[in-house]
């Protein structure tokens, strides 16, 4: 059963436009982390954001996590058309052992 | 890129054979995971390794099993393939377990049961 859950599926915005994207997951975390996935690729790690973290920023991206409403958010600012791709949020819940679980994923198209 | 590679990158096989696919790394992590992704369900694990022989399942275990001799080496095998186990494959590391280290993961093998 998936943790988290993404939102919306399916995302469409003009470059340089911001591109926002939610993470839900239903049990208790340690940490949520975000990974993006071209198509036809492997996923590739983008950000790791602890429970003790409300924020955290790498390059155009932001990530916040809300623990009490069990919710993460990643943020691209000025998107650009290389941005285009799967974005995926992956939880350590309990259930999960030591493994991760990933949520079912935002298609993110940026056109130019 | 880490170094981590998936053989084949692409098999057809047909329904009732065995199919056996390798994941080998060069980066010396201890865990090693696969996963089956398909459209609609997203990425699913489906057993990891946290060490040399030391394997556990995860969820969508039903007809595979793995196999971790060496460190660089973690083989999935799918006993007798359905179509259902259509699918493609990644395989990923990581330095250690649960959310507190980032997983890297291979290419991917897509198979096909026909």
């Known amino acids: 059963s998936q943790q988290g859950e993404e939102d919306p599926q399916a995302l469409s915005i003009q470059e340089g436009e911001n591109a926002t994207m939610n993470c839900s997951y239903k049990?208790?975390?340690?940490?949520l982390q975000w990974y993006r996935q071209n198509s036809g690729r492997g996923l590739v790690h983008l950000i790791l954001i602890r429970s003790n973290e409300r924020e955290k920023h790498s390059g155009r991206l932001r990530v916040t996590l809300d623990t009490s409403k069990k919710s993460s958010s990643l943020l691209i600012t000025a998107s650009r058309a290389a941005d285009t791709a799967s974005y995926f949020c992956a939880t350590d819940a309990w259930q999960a052992g030591t493994a991760l679980i990933f949520g079912k994923g935002t298609t993110l198209s940026v056109s130019s | 890129d880490a170094g981590i590679t998936q053989s084949p990158r692409h098999k057809v096989t047909e329904t009732g054979t065995p199919v056996t696919l390798r994941c080998h790394q060069t980066?010396?992590?201890?865990?090693m995971y696969w996963y089956r992704q398909d459209p609609g369900h997203g990425l699913r694990l489906i057993h990891y390794?946290?060490?040399?022989?030391?394997?556990d399942k995860g969820e969508v275990s039903d007809g595979y099993s793995v196999s971790r001799s060496k460190t660089e080496d973690f083989l999935l095998t799918l006993e007798s393939a359905t179509s259902s186990q259509t699918s493609v494959y990644f395989c990923?590391?990581?330095?250690?377990?649960?959310?507190?280290?980032?997983?890297?993961f291979g290419p991917g093998t897509r198979l096909t049961v026909t």
């Open positions: 049990t208790s975390i340690n940490n």
């Open positions: 980066e010396n992590h201890r865990y």
């Open positions: 990923a590391i990581s330095e250690g377990g649960g959310g507190y280290y980032e997983q890297y």
């Open positions: 390794s946290y060490g040399v022989k030391d394997t």
